[in-house]
């Protein structure tokens, strides 16, 4: 299969992972709900510690449960929303001072940035999404390498990241646009 493109969903059948928010990665200018299952920039910073799991200059937030094996999918709800990105980071992402989103800082996502939207490769790859999919559907494949994104009320493929991968892998979030993880 070559970078880039995905397979159909309903060939690879599997369960939704119930995904919850890290509040102790959280950039302090994010505001996690109370369920741990949705997020948005509040533009100011919170008094929070400055703890070692927490995102300082980018305004990221982590999955609590990181996966080192399997396949899991989940959803995201970024609705009309213009800047935002999801998608995968190693555990062991650095979260001090700014960050580059792609593979070679161990994060593999897609992005909205007003009205582009990218696969967060080295250099960017744009891709041809002309509306908000409104939903994101993520689905990592540990043992294939593989992260592939979905808009998953036609079931189109958008993008698929082929990799190898080592350690916990936590589901990645960057933040300027409310976001909500889907039941």
């Known amino acids: 299969m070559p970078v880039g493109w995905a397979l159909p969903l309903m060939l690879c059948p599997i369960s939704a992972a119930m995904v919850i928010l890290d509040p102790d990665t959280a950039h302090p200018s994010l505001l996690v709900s109370e369920n741990q299952r949705s997020v948005k920039w509040r533009g100011l910073q919170q008094d929070m510690p400055d703890n070692p799991e927490r995102f300082d200059s980018e305004t990221c937030v982590l999955g609590s449960e990181g996966f080192a094996s399997g396949r899991h999918y989940w959803?995201?709800?970024?609705g009309g929303g213009r800047t935002w990105a999801v998608g995968v980071a190693r555990e062991s992402v650095r979260?001090?001072?700014w960050i580059s989103f792609s593979p070679e800082e161990s994060i593999?996502?897609?992005?909205?940035?007003?009205?582009?939207?990218?696969a967060r490769t080295s250099p960017e790859t744009l891709?041809?999404?002309?509306a908000s999919p409104g939903r994101i559907g993520v689905y990592l494949d540990y043992e294939r390498g593989l992260v592939s994104f979905y808009h998953p009320g036609v079931e189109a493929?958008?993008?698929t990241f082929a990799s190898s991968f080592t350690g916990q892998l936590c589901p990645f979030f960057w933040v300027y646009s409310p976001i909500t993880l889907c039941p």
Request: charged fraction near 25%.
């Open 157 to 159: 493929p958008i993008y």
């Open 75 to 78: 959803e995201v709800e970024v």
């Open 108 to 118: 593999w996502a897609v992005d909205q940035c007003g009205s582009h939207y990218r």
């Open 127 to 130: 891709l041809p999404l002309t």
């Open 95 to 97: 979260r001090k001072g």
